[in-house]
């Protein structure tokens, strides 16, 4: 089954320090990893998506299939970082719409 | 408009009541969905339509209808709802998927639920 894993339920950094929020997948095919944010009283929003291989905010991911991860990750964190990540995976079928499928989500603390 | 629109924000229904999600995008995208999403949980999706036709029911309990008039609008329909199906609902809406790649899903504010 499709699985995505997020083993951190909150990542506490100070401003300035390195982060990186963890997720793996569980895919036997080619799968499709975005990072979702939600920032406080926002809607649910698009990071990044890995085939776009592009930085958003700072921030990047780089999905590595031997050790099925697409780790999310930025040199400097700010305050405004501070928000829940959710990892998603969106599965191919043989139709055209597919299921996408969130991590438990990482709330990021970033501390002045 | 690159918005998906939700309403109502806030709704309190009493378990015998009949009520209406609705939601609304003008992005000319013809892939819409329904997730639920409790408290410090992440989405779990409900619903995909594509094409306005229903294409992925996760199990749903029936006293959720979902409803598609056309390409631009979602309703979700509920009736008798239990306390524990109190949660935010939200919508989604995004271009159908390439042969290799899908879409981004773009987000509603959602509608927050609450069943007495």
């Known amino acids: 089954a499709q699985r995505v894993t997020q083993p951190e339920k909150l990542l506490s950094v100070f401003k300035g320090a390195p982060v990186e929020l963890k997720c793996n997948y569980s895919?036997?095919?080619?799968?499709?990893l975005f990072w979702y944010v939600q920032y406080s009283r926002q809607r649910l929003q698009l990071l990044l998506r890995?085939?776009s291989r592009e930085s958003i905010k700072g921030f990047t991911a780089d999905l590595n299939k031997g050790e099925t991860s697409f780790h999310l990750k930025k040199p400097f964190a700010q305050e405004e970082d501070s928000a829940m990540y959710y990892c998603a995976s969106h599965r191919h079928g043989s139709s055209n719409t597919g299921k996408l499928i969130f991590g438990q989500g990482t709330t990021l603390q970033v501390k002045p | 408009d690159t918005e998906v629109t939700q309403t109502p924000k806030h709704l309190v229904m009493g378990m015998t009541n009949k009520k209406s999600l609705k939601c609304e995008q003008h992005?000319?995208?013809?892939?819409m969905y329904w997730y639920k999403q409790k408290a410090k949980k992440p989405p779990e999706l409900m619903f995909v339509y594509s094409y306005e036709k229903l294409s992925i029911n996760e199990s749903v309990p029936s006293r959720f209808s979902p409803e598609c008039p056309n390409s631009s609008l979602l309703n979700l329909h509920l009736h008798a709802l239990q306390p524990e199906d109190s949660a935010l609902y939200l919508c989604?809406?995004?271009?159908?998927?390439?042969?290799?790649?899908?879409?981004?899903?773009?987000f509603g504010n959602g509608t927050r639920l609450t069943v007495t």
């Open positions: 989604a809406s995004s271009h159908l998927g390439q042969v290799l790649h899908n879409s981004p899903l773009h």
């Open positions: 895919y036997s095919g080619s799968p499709e």
């Open positions: 890995h085939i």
């Open positions: 992005m000319g995208h013809r892939a």
